[in-house]
């Protein structure tokens, strides 16, 4: 297949088994297996494309002009193939998650559900593959709104008050701030697709430059960035498999994805390093990852606990592209992968509590070590990839994201990477470690979730140490980034 | 034939009312009425080829070379507006029947097809011509037949909402007439293109001013311009579902290029000192009825009532574009005005699908109806998100010149508030959603009527247009462009 024919295929391939999952609607087995069949599928395209960027082939795609010299574009360049590959593998994972929890669950409207997870998962190749900020910007949008059954899936007034912060916030930024922001690049450089070293002219006006940052910053809401964060815990209401992929991995990683871009290929590093309002949004986003960490403390109920721990570990992700220098970017970038990792074997461990134990809250996890061990020391090892310790994958990404704020001798900001590690480590770790303490109550007999979550809990606690022992394949994946030449 | 082709588009169904008359069976009618207004499109879209060719055509009337006879004048402006106007008048004529056979006396079935074709002779009769009077004589024929049209609603509210309008309408074509008389009496002559050379030549006449200011407020009225709206959300909620499509497709699109046509190519706008003034009234009427109208539309508790305010507030923003005033801004309106037109055409004929289903269009009858109707639901939702402007739609593309146009002016503000505004949409079309699809259908009501193909297929089609136009832009955006360079270009140096 030709490299254009990959792109689209990968876009393609989600929204192909729609029809299909809509007519099975009676008869689960198929309908799952169809699923299956399909996130197997775009892991071999995407992997497809990794292959044919890795021998230097051009992968690009263009739409006819939508308006008077604007194509849609797609494009593969290395960031959105890492993000394509993390999507597309943890889509398979969940999907054998779902198929357990789903059913263990009695969840209605399941055919509605994997419909729309198909559909979210289109948009977030949609916008790995993105050559321009128009077709970012498309994906993006019809990202909230196809996720949005989603999160009010359970129909309750709570589910539909969750819709309506989700929606709302995530709708508004990207209208008020985004929207703008794109047609203001549009006007001031006539241009919209990402170029190596940004699009601006070196005779912009610092001013307006300094505006547009501002305002990308805020309107990739999906960034999470304080204080356009409520969405996230609002959709924690959404059943566990969606708040795995989707707001653990494919939507809140779009949000950081779309600001590595704009950062590295809009923008440009010099550019954006040089960008008056900068210091002021990164000390915003160091304030966003110490007191989301602090909130995520004071929350007892898990799932929220670990929506606040993602806005925390998101400004990782903004942080390192606000540094603007190439360690900072490749931190980031490996965070994006390092996270969501960790995160979605977090929220999968939630799930399978909650599934086996009907428990939610914090407080009632102690001595559940004894009955379900297997998903407490997943839990376990989650935890440590995301505070950035050994044996995981984390420990490498924030490694990176430290000498990125060595480098640019903002030490105040290594204490915070410092000290936000040593949050995590006590809203995180320690509930394992209670689970597993020797002397707490709790039943002893072992009492796990259905099989097809444990081997998802399997999967992707596996990728957290597999990550940790071969990170040179992601570091030479993102390597032509920061030296350069990162658009085909 | 080819010669009178732009006379035709008005022609056509002005004949054909007459000859409808004469079918007594409705199903006749319907078919004959199908038939005129088809033809008229055709008409109306070979002149937009043409002018795209050859520029502008110009017709005599009887052969009475102008500024004596009667000038039909076709440029790219009024071309785009025939042809959108054509479209939209057959596209609801054909979707018309089951919901007209479900809301309307059957007594008055054909004569009610033979009003439509009146007035859609009028509207196209408005934005053919180029003579001043012959203007007004057009905007009567299309107001007296929207009154009929209206009255036919389901209750005896539709009498009141239908005298209302009447009032109103009446104020409105009134004082376009007195500014038509002045400008009579100044210059002696009603040509447009003849007004357009002579007025510059009066220099700064009192007269003129006050013949302008009577024409705006005239033509303002028919627009529904906040704070001229009053008569517009009762008109919308009472009349025919039908009817308030294809006014909602048509009719102030009609009064839009009016107010574009007497303030560009006849008044000169950007050059006379009125400019100043009348940008500042148009901007800001335009962004009160941006909010104004979309909050009213939040709190309707109907869903036809809540679409009558949103048009108000999207009337507000092609006020606002002709307030910028520049060829982009001139640009952006005529695109809301195209793509408006496909927005609400699709979003009101699904209304009228949602009425013949369950009887009525408050949010409490239409409960769950996401699982009774899916297609309607679905192309309703389509024209939604066209409406609050998400990309992939067409309304993505008004929203983007609108905003564009803001920013080169450097309006930094009104493109924040154009921007911010949309998110009120947003809210209100998501009240429904929430309605259509998580709420449970009241139970026991079965559907009173058979479901209905054409009605269906016709709301479909224009969903699908809305996407069509969000991708494939060339049209509107082309035609648009040229037409604002013409308003902006026939400028008396």
Redesign the interface.
């Known amino acids: 297949m030709s490299g254009a024919g990959l792109l689209v295929a990968s876009l393609c391939i989600p929204v192909t088994v729609i029809p299909g999952i809509t007519l099975l609607h009676n008869r689960p087995n198929p309908r799952e297996a169809l699923s299956l069949l399909a996130s197997a599928l775009l892991i071999l395209i995407n992997l497809g494309i990794y292959r044919s960027l890795q021998q230097g082939q051009t992968l690009a795609w263009q ?6 010299g604007l194509r ?1 574009e797609l494009a593969a360049e290395p960031l959105g193939v890492l993000f394509s590959l993390i999507a597309s593998t943890l889509w398979l994972v969940t999907t054998v998650y779902a198929v357990g929890y789903m059913r263990a669950h009695n969840e209605g409207n399941q055919t509605r559900f994997y419909a729309f997870f198909a559909l979210s998962i289109a948009c977030v190749m949609g916008i790995a593959f993105a050559g321009n900020l ?1 077709t970012l ?2 994906f993006y ?2 990202l909230s ?1 196809s996720t949005w ?1 989603l999160v ?1 899936h359970a ?1 309750t007034e709570r589910a ?1 008050q969750g ?2 912060i989700y ?2 916030l995530l ?2 930024t990207s ?2 701030f985004f ?2 922001a794109i ?2 690049t ?2 001031t450089s006539s241009t919209l697709s990402f170029t190596d070293g940004g699009v601006f002219d070196p005779d912009t006006s610092p001013l307006l430059l300094a505006v547009l940052l501002v305002l990308f910053v805020f309107g990739v809401g999906k960034a999470a960035m304080m204080p356009f964060h409520r969405w996230l815990p609002a959709a924690m209401v959404a059943p566990t498999p969606v708040s795995a992929l989707l707001h653990a991995v494919a939507v809140v990683k779009a949000g950081v994805f779309s600001l590595l871009k704009i950062g590295i290929y809009i923008f440009g590093l010099d550019q954006l390093g040089a960008t008056g309002s900068r210091e002021a949004l990164l000390y915003l986003a160091t304030f966003s990852l110490l007191a989301a960490s602090v909130v995520a403390m004071r929350q007892d109920n898990l799932k929220a606990r670990l929506a606040y721990s993602t806005i925390s570990q998101l400004a990782y992700v903004s942080l390192g592209v606000l540094l603007a220098v190439p360690d900072s970017i490749t931190g980031g970038s490996m965070h994006i992968a390092m996270h969501a990792f960790g995160k979605i074997t977090l929220f999968f461990c939630a799930g399978a509590i909650l599934v086996a134990t009907h428990k939610t809250e914090v407080s009632q996890l102690q001595g559940l070590g004894r009955q379900m061990p297997f998903t407490m020391g997943a839990f376990l090892l989650a935890s440590l990839s995301i505070a950035g310790l050994p044996p995981t994958g984390g420990t490498w990404s924030k490694w990176y994201l430290m000498l990125g704020t060595l480098e640019t001798g903002a030490w105040l900001l290594t204490i915070a990477l410092l000290v936000s590690s040593i949050l995590n480590l006590i809203y995180l770790t320690l509930i394992p470690v209670r689970a597993f303490w020797p002397s707490a109550a709790g039943p002893r007999r072992m009492n796990e979730a259905p099989i097809a979550c444990c081997i998802a809990i399997a999967l992707s606690a596996g990728g957290c140490i597999a990550l940790f022992l071969f990170p040179q394949v992601l570091y030479q994946l993102i390597s032509p980034i920061t030296s350069g030449g990162g658009m085909p | 034939m080819i010669s009178h082709l732009a006379v035709l588009p008005v022609l056509l169904p002005l004949v054909g009312a007459p000859a409808c008359v004469v079918l007594r069976r409705p199903g006749a009618a319907w078919a004959f009425a199908c038939g005129v207004a088809f033809l008229a499109f055709v008409a109306a879209s070979h002149l937009l080829v043409q002018t795209r060719e050859l520029g502008v055509i110009s017709y005599a009337l009887g052969g009475w070379a102008a500024p004596w006879g009667i000038e039909y004048r076709i440029d790219l402006l009024n071309a785009l507006v025939l042809v959108l106007v054509s479209a939209m008048g057959m596209t609801v004529l054909l979707a018309s029947r089951a919901s007209v056979r479900g809301e309307v006396d059957p007594s008055r079935h054909s004569l009610f097809y033979v009003a439509y074709l009146l007035c859609l002779a009028g509207l196209l009769g408005i934005v053919a011509t180029g003579d001043a009077f012959n203007l007004f004589v057009f905007l009567e024929i299309s107001s007296l037949a929207t009154y009929a049209l209206v009255a036919c609603g389901r209750d005896r509210r539709a009498l009141i909402a239908a005298f209302n309008y009447l009032i109103m309408g009446t104020i409105g074509a009134t004082f376009i007439l007195i500014g038509i008389g002045f400008l009579y009496m100044t210059t002696g002559t009603l040509n447009m293109l003849d007004l357009a050379v002579r007025l510059p030549q009066l220099g700064e006449s009192q007269t003129v001013f006050a013949a302008y200011a009577f024409i705006v407020v005239g033509v303002c009225l028919k627009l529904a311009l906040f704070p001229l709206h009053l008569w517009l959300p009762g008109t919308y909620t009472q009349a025919p579902s039908i009817v308030t499509a294809f006014l909602a497709a048509t009719a102030t699109k009609v009064a839009l290029y009016v107010l574009v046509r007497f303030s560009f190519s006849v008044f000169h706008l950007e050059t006379s000192r009125l400019a100043l003034s009348l940008e500042a009234i148009f901007i800001t009427l335009g962004v009160v009825a941006a909010f104004a109208g979309s909050l009213v539309a939040i709190y309707a508790t109907d869903l036809k009532r809540g679409l009558a305010w949103s048009s108000i507030a999207q009337v507000g923003y092609m006020a606002i574009s002709v307030g910028i005033g520049t060829a982009a801004g001139l640009q952006a309106g005529l695109i809301h005005l195209f793509n408006h037109a496909l927005m609400k055409g699709a979003l009101f004929l699904a209304v009228a699908a949602y009425v013949l289903r369950v009887g009525g269009t408050t949010f409490r009858e239409l409960r769950g109806i996401g699982q009774r109707m899916p297609l309607t639901t679905a192309a309703f939702v389509v024209g939604g ?1 066209s409406l ?5 739609t067409a309304g993505f ?1 008004s ?2 010149y609108l ?2 146009a803001a ?2 002016s450097e309006r930094w503000l009104l ?2 508030l154009v ?2 505004s ?2 009120l949409t ?2 209100y079309i ?1 009240r429904f959603i ?1 309605v259509a ?2 709420e449970k259908p009241e139970s026991g009501k079965a559907s009173p009527q058979k479901p209905a193909g054409m009605l269906l297929t016709c709301t479909l089609l224009l969903a699908l247009a809305n996407l069509y136009f969000g ?4 049209l509107p ?2 035609t648009s462009a040229g037409a604002a360079a013409n308003l902006l270009g026939a400028r008396t140096p």
Do not use: N
């Open positions: 739409s006819g002009e939508v308006l008077p849609l128009l910007f498309l949008e019809v709104l059954p009010v129909q539909r819709g309506r929606l709302g709708l508004g209208i008020v929207l703008p047609i203001l549009w006007w | 998100l609050i402007g998400i990309p992939g593309i929203k983007w905003v564009m920013m080169e493109a924040f921007v911010a949309s998110l947003a809210v998501w929430e699809y998580l991708f494939d832009t060339r955006v082309s």
